[in-house]
């Protein structure tokens, strides 16, 4: 793990609440990054690529921290980096990696997808829960970035819909669990957002096959919309918590009833 900050003394002009953002090297992280920098956080952009982090971070005044949430040491080492209080953290590094049948499953993808979606999120959150808690206030927040996959199932989604329900029940279970502590447990689960990286990554990098994932869809979700509801549901009064909210673009009533335009149309 390797940090760099760009303000790491307190004293005028230091923002007095701090956010952790995990995948903050591209997509919905990146552009929450941003988003809570522009509110007043100091931001810590998490990932594994440093040079994206960094360049993050310098362009919002934040702090760039390497690492792979799936890793122990390199969360102990984003810890450290971030100190004895933190106001917000962001789990949202994750992904989907195939989109096989279960019958052709390939056993290492669905380990990968539990790994980053579920066990890494619980590693990053016993890792900062007690910085957490020590939030002035008592507002501290955790936000999950679970998703409509972790609501419903698709044909060959299941890898990734059961790691999205691992999300999704974690994070309830966390809420029961810290019931009388100072802190708020949420989760935004977004339908179909077009991001630069993601559907690329689930199918290899087959540009071709990403692209047919938005294919029609004039106004699909962007990065910037899920981050526009995140920054909504850690900005809300301490005694308030959003347990869940589902967003999707219009287009997309259902998982599988999706307005597309096609040139038959
Ligand atoms: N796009 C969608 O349609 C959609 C819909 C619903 C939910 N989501 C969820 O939203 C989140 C972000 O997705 P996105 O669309 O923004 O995809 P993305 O651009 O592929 O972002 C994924 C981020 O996770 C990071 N990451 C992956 N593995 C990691 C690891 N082991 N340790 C640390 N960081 C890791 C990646 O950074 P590095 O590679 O640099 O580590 C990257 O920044 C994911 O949890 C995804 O499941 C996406």
Request: glycine share 10%; aromatic share 4%; net charge negative.
């Amino acid at each position: 793990m390797t940090s760099t900050t760009n303000d790491t003394t307190a004293g005028p002009g230091r923002p007095s609440r701090t956010a952790v953002v995990t995948g903050a090297s591209s997509g919905i992280g990146e552009a929450t990054a941003r988003r809570l920098a522009a509110e007043g956080f100091h931001v810590f952009c998490a990932a594994r690529r440093t040079d994206r982090v960094q360049a993050l971070a310098d362009e919002i005044g934040g702090t760039a921290v390497t690492c792979d949430v799936t890793d122990a040491a390199s969360v102990a080492g984003l810890a450290e980096a971030v100190g004895p209080r933190l106001d917000v953290l962001v789990n949202n590094a994750g992904g989907a990696f195939g989109s096989s049948p279960v019958a052709e499953a390939d056993a290492d993808e669905w380990r990968r997808m539990f790994d980053v979606n579920v066990v890494g999120l619980m590693q990053v959150t016993r890792a900062l829960l007690p910085a957490l808690l020590a939030a002035d206030d008592g507002a501290g927040i955790i936000c999950n970035v679970g998703s409509t996959a972790g609501r419903i199932a698709y044909e060959g989604g299941a890898g990734y819909t059961a790691a999205k329900h691992g999300t999704q029940v974690v994070t309830e279970t966390l809420r029961l669990e810290l019931w009388d502590q100072p802190v708020r447990v949420c989760e935004v689960a977004p339908g179909m957002v077009r991001t630069d990286e993601f559907a690329l990554v689930r199918f290899d990098g087959d540009a071709e096959k990403a692209a047919k994932v938005y294919a029609g869809v004039a106004e699909p979700l962007v990065a910037d919309d899920v981050a526009d509801a995140i920054a909504w549901m850690v900005t809300r009064p301490r005694h308030v918590n959003v347990d869940e909210l589902v967003i999707r673009p219009r287009a997309q009533a259902a998982q599988h009833k999706v307005h597309r335009v096609t040139s038959s149309d």
